[in-house]
């Protein structure tokens, strides 16, 4: 059972808001070719930030990491419209897994569960899935409607 870090919800939120004025895309880039530093839930959180940052800036509708048999993917969807990001190293990827388990309470192999994210002037809730059976794991955003 992972204990419930609130300083690790906090800590994503505040990475949220760090990058906010960013380029999303080229900092996923270069997060993900870089090799982990010893701070690992440093590099997870600002990988994990980036990507939340730009589906919402893309208004996406869901957010897709998925690993199958050791194969990493990192998958942006919008209305009708599919982009991939590059996947982060396997430790983050995992590590990644691990703090939304942990803010989430999800022990469960297979959870569901509102995520609530603070951001500057606003807030807004995400669903959050997470699924591990056998060699496949995934982790799954799924984002309000953003409109135009």
């Given amino acids: 059972m992972e204990i419930h870090d609130p300083n690790l919800h906090q800590k994503l939120i505040e990475m949220c808001d760090c990058y906010l004025e960013t380029d999303f895309k080229a900092q996923i ?8 530093t010893d701070d690992l839930d440093e590099d997870s959180l600002k990988y994990l930030a980036l990507t939340i940052m730009y589906a919402i800036t893309e208004k996406a ?16 969807k919008g209305d009708g419209e599919k982009s991939s990001v590059k996947a982060p190293p ?18 469960e192999d ?15 809730d995400v669903q ?13 955003f799924k984002f309000p409607d953003f409109g135009e």
């Fill in 128 to 140: 959050v899935k997470v699924e591990r059976k056998d060699d496949k794991e995934s982790l799954k």
């Fill in 110 to 124: 297979s959870a569901s569960m509102p995520l609530s994210l603070g951001l500057r002037n606003g807030q807004f």
């Fill in 90 to 107: 396997p430790e983050v990827f995992d590590r990644i897994v691990g703090i939304i388990r942990t803010i989430l309470h999800l022990e």
């Fill in 61 to 76: 509708r869901k957010l897709n990491y998925k690993k199958k048999k050791g194969q990493l993917t990192v998958v942006v």
């Fill in 29 to 36: 880039q270069e997060a993900a070719t870089t090799t982990p």
